[in-house]
C-alpha cells in the first residue's frame, strides 16, 4: 500500500469516527427515553387504579390517559362464535412516549 492510498484510508476512517460521534448524542437521548417508557407505564396504571377508587377526580384523571392511549377512545366488544366476548380497539402506545418525555425522565409530570 502506497503513502498516498495509506493516508486516504485514514482520512476515511477518522471521517466515519467523526460521523459515529455526531450520533451518539441523539443516540443517547433516545435510549433515555426508552428507558423510562416502564416508569411511564407503572404511573399510569397507578392512576388508573386511583380511578377505580371511586374518587371522581382519580376517575376524570384515568379516563384522559384511557382516551389517549385507545385511539379515538373507542373500544367494542363483539361476541365470539363460542360465547366468548371480544374487545377490539387499537392502541396508541406513542401516549407513553409523550407522557415519558414530559417528565424530565425522572418521572414527574405525568
Known amino acids: 500500500m ?6 486516504a484510508a485514514i482520512d476515511r476512517a ?7 460521534e455526531a450520533q451518539q448524542p441523539e443516540a443517547k437521548a433516545t435510549a433515555r427515553l426508552f428507558a423510562m417508557i416502564p416508569k411511564a407505564a407503572a404511573l399510569y396504571r397507578q ?8 374518587n371522581p ?4 384523571k384515568a379516563k384522559v390517559f384511557l382516551r389517549g392511549l ?7 366488544l363483539s ?3 363460542d360465547g366468548s366476548l371480544w374487545a377490539n380497539y387499537s392502541l ?17 409530570g405525568i
Open 57 to 60: 377526580r382519580d376517575a376524570s
Open 14 to 20: 477518522e471521517g466515519k469516527r467523526r460521523e459515529l
Open 70 to 76: 385507545f385511539e379515538g377512545g373507542k373500544v367494542t
Open 79 to 81: 361476541p365470539g362464535a
Open 47 to 54: 392512576q388508573v387504579a386511583l380511578g377505580l377508587n371511586g
Open 2 to 7: 502506497t503513502a498516498d492510498e495509506l493516508q
Open 92 to 108: 396508541a402506545p406513542a401516549v407513553l412516549l409523550k407522557a415519558a418525555a414530559g417528565t424530565g425522565y425522572r418521572g414527574r
